[in-house]
């Protein structure tokens, strides 16, 4: 009996053992469950030429056979085919550009057939038919005002209107663009843009466009017409002396550890050059994102009783020993009133930074909603914070030395898309008017 049961073991142990190996080598092969197909993207409708990107996957036997089609008036016509000479490939990737007058598609509905099929013994198939549109009529876009006149290192402001659903639009200045904001003017739908003119933009280098593309992939490129205003820009010497260096240094080194050791000179020298431009990009970033609603109304608010200490667009040579050590061009306007003066926000919006900010010290920006921006720097204190919604005039903070200043005064900046343009433009209830409210 003993002799009986040892061997009823060996033989169940022998079973689950040929069972396992089974389900190892053939477990996939048998399985039931069907691939995946996913659009890694939205797709409604094509143009012209879209392309689009489908994600095949199966987790177990994997793919076998994938094939892509698109019908129109019963009548398909192969995008992709492939099949896959061995077992065990569990995703693949097809990215498609359909060219619909290749294809000889016409303007209306279609569907794009798409099939997979994977290795098991069942053959599991997955069909997906996505009902799309062949739409290739682009935009018309019609501009609310066709006359603009627009200032070097100002803003440029565009509204306009479409025949059609936009749903990437904005401006092109030269190689810069600035994505636009969907809006409503006089009840209808609308789109605007602020957009920053170069300080050394004119009529034969810089070119203004406004682009305007559909939800198929249609797009239209509008020339902006407009007249370009000279100004003038100042261009000073400012003297670095050692107290000045020996003072403001050091708050430098204290934020970049990289900087210990170095003279004060070649602290100036990076804080000039690659803290400039590092502060640009983290400004460009904290304001990539706007509410999409103008969230400011009026004139912005001037600092009240402060003389002018800096322009926009001032272009600075700075000099240490009679040498010139470095150049910048100031980004806004520097205002001196008393020591610690209050500072309040120049329009309603959304506070979006406080805090440290490299040359610019404690800082604060205030999105004003749909790409606008203002800054506010050297504070001495900052009483507002992150997320709260202001009121025009209410107190964010005193004005300071901190950052690059050699004096107590705030430096105002007003950004669009980005950029920074001339504040004064924002002063002047008659520019905000003639062009922006008309």
């Not at 240094?249 to 550890?257: A, I, L, R």
């Not at 912005?300 to 009679?322: I, Q, W």
């Not at 790409?371 to 009483?383: E, K, T």
Request: aromatic share 10%.
């Amino acid at each position: 009996m003993k002799k009986f049961n040892l061997f009823y073991i060996k033989i169940s142990i022998a079973i689950l053992v040929i069972a396992a190996l089974g389900w190892v080598f053939f477990g996939s092969y048998v399985e039931i469950g069907k691939p995946v197909i996913k659009f890694t993207q939205e797709v409604t409708a094509i143009g012209r030429q879209k392309t689009i990107e489908i994600n095949f996957s199966d987790s177990q036997s994997g793919l076998s056979h994938l094939n892509v089609e698109i019908i129109q008036d019963s009548k398909g016509q192969i995008l992709a085919d492939k099949k896959i000479p061995s077992k065990g490939q569990k995703q693949e990737i097809f990215s498609l550009s359909i060219n619909t007058v290749d294809l000889k598609l016409h303007d209306g509905p279609a569907v794009i057939k798409i099939t997979a099929t994977d290795y098991s013994l069942f053959k599991n198939q997955t069909v997906l038919s996505l009902a799309v549109r062949i739409d290739t009529i682009p935009p018309q876009v019609n501009l609310l005002k066709t006359v603009n006149y627009i200032n070097q290192g100002g803003t440029g402001f565009v509204a306009y209107q479409s025949s059609k659903n936009i749903s990437y639009t904005g401006v092109y200045v030269n190689d810069c663009f600035t994505p636009g904001h969907k809006t409503l003017i006089d009840n209808k739908a609308s789109y605007v843009t602020y957009f920053a003119v170069p300080i050394d933009a004119n009529k034969s280098k810089t070119r203004i466009m406004i682009l305007a593309r559909d939800n198929a992939g249609n797009e239209t490129n509008l020339v902006f017409p407009c007249v370009i205003k000279e100004k003038k820009f100042r261009h000073d010497k400012m003297n670095l002396s050692e107290n000045f260096l020996q003072q403001k240094m050091p708050e430098f080194q204290g934020m970049v550890p990289s900087l210990q050791g170095k003279t004060p000179l070649e602290v100036f020298t990076y804080i000039n050059s690659q803290m400039r431009n590092d502060n640009l990009l983290t400004i460009q970033k904290i304001c990539q994102k706007s509410s999409p609603k103008a969230l400011w109304e009026g004139t912005f608010l001037r600092m009240s009783n402060a003389a002018p200490m800096a322009l926009f667009g001032d272009k600075r040579d700075y000099v240490f020993d009679k040498k010139v050590v470095g150049q910048s061009i100031h980004t806004g306007v520097d205002l001196a009133s008393n020591a610690q003066a209050a500072i309040e926000a120049a329009n309603s919006g959304i506070v979006v930074f406080t805090g440290v900010l490299g040359i610019y010290g404690n800082a604060v920006i205030i999105d004003h909603g749909q790409g606008l921006f203002s800054l506010y720097g050297h504070l001495s204190v900052i009483n507002t914070t992150v997320g709260k919604n202001l009121a025009k005039g209410e107190k964010i903070g005193n004005s300071g030395t901190s950052g690059l200043a050699g004096g107590d005064h705030l430096h105002f900046s007003i950004i669009a898309g980005g950029q920074f343009v001339n504040p004064q433009e924002w002063w002047d209830p008659h520019w905000i008017k003639d062009n922006i409210n008309k």
